[in-house]
């Protein structure tokens, strides 16, 4: 079994003692997003092949990785790093922190284990396409030799995400490249900019993937990936997976099945272009909520 902790939320920045505390109970109680039905997730070691741990400050997390260790938990990072204003991404870290922790966490666990993601990309008048090329060559500077792997994706055009997004501070035009509902000419543009950035990474010795994008990579020197990676988990851990895609994400997503312990609308980083949370007010509320004693994460 694989842990995802968390696409609906960020549990390693808001919600690292609720998550230790179930580690060493050795479960915790999940809820359906839909149904809401409840279930409980065996946490033992044995049990888990792997956490993968996606966030934008796993530094709350650093004072436990001997504890995780110890326990015998295997597990690698999918850790986000843009440097967009703050008028797109309220409360993350300042790049500069970002940055930092991120290198402390490579030094600890190696780069193998530190994925980097620059996602999702949507070029609007705030941050245009010269602008996501420079913060991204900055960022592949500053994080080479401490991963081998930055994987990109385009915003899609949920409802919610554009109407977010055009709500922001200063924000005036949106331009979705690679949703469905895109025309060709900004397809191509999609494609022809990952080239352009995987060709940056490249210099920095770090390769470019792309995740969720249903786009025809032949001859380019991009290819999609599984961000929950069967043939990385043998890699990194020597444990066999099965390979079977997870129902339960995007027909164009190869991940592999996994057990997710977030919630959606928890999450406090206050990205205007989030999917897994409407409003920050709502995910505060939420939050006020939670018991890192609970067993499950919103009582």
Known sequence: MIISASRRTDLPAFYSQWLMNRLRAGFAIKRNPYSGA?????????????????T????PLLPHLDELDAMGHRYYFQYTITGLPRALERSVPHP????ETFLTLAKRIGPDRMIWRFDPIAF???????????LFQ??????????RRVVISF??????????????????????????????????????????????????????????????????????????????IAQLFGT?????KDPGQRKACGCIKSVDLGEYNTCLHGCVYCYATDELAQAKARYAQHDPASPILIP
């Not at 609007?124 to 420079?134: F, G, K, S």
């Open 138 to 147: 900055k960022l592949a500077e500053a994080l080479a030799g401490s991963t």
């Open 155 to 232: 915003a899609d055009d949920y409802k919610k995400t554009k109407k977010n997004l055009q709500a922001a501070e200063g924000v005036q035009t949106v331009t979705f490249l690679n949703d469905p509902g895109a025309d060709t000419a900004n397809k191509e543009r999609a494609k022809r900019f990952a080239c352009e950035l995987a060709d940056i990474a490249a210099g920095h010795g770090i390769a470019l993937e792309m995740c969720a994008e249903d786009m025809d990579l032949t001859g380019t020197n991009v290819r999609n990936t599984r961000c929950i990676d069967p043939d990385l």
């Open 38 to 54: 409840e279930s409980q997730v065996d946490l033992r070691p044995e049990a888990v092949d792997a956490i993968v741990f996606w």
């Open 96 to 99: 500069l922190k970002a940055i």
């Open 56 to 59: 934008r400050n796993g530094k």
């Open 240 to 244: 066999a997976v099965s390979g079977r």
């Open 124 to 134: 609007t008048n705030l941050v245009d396409e010269a602008e996501h090329r420079r």
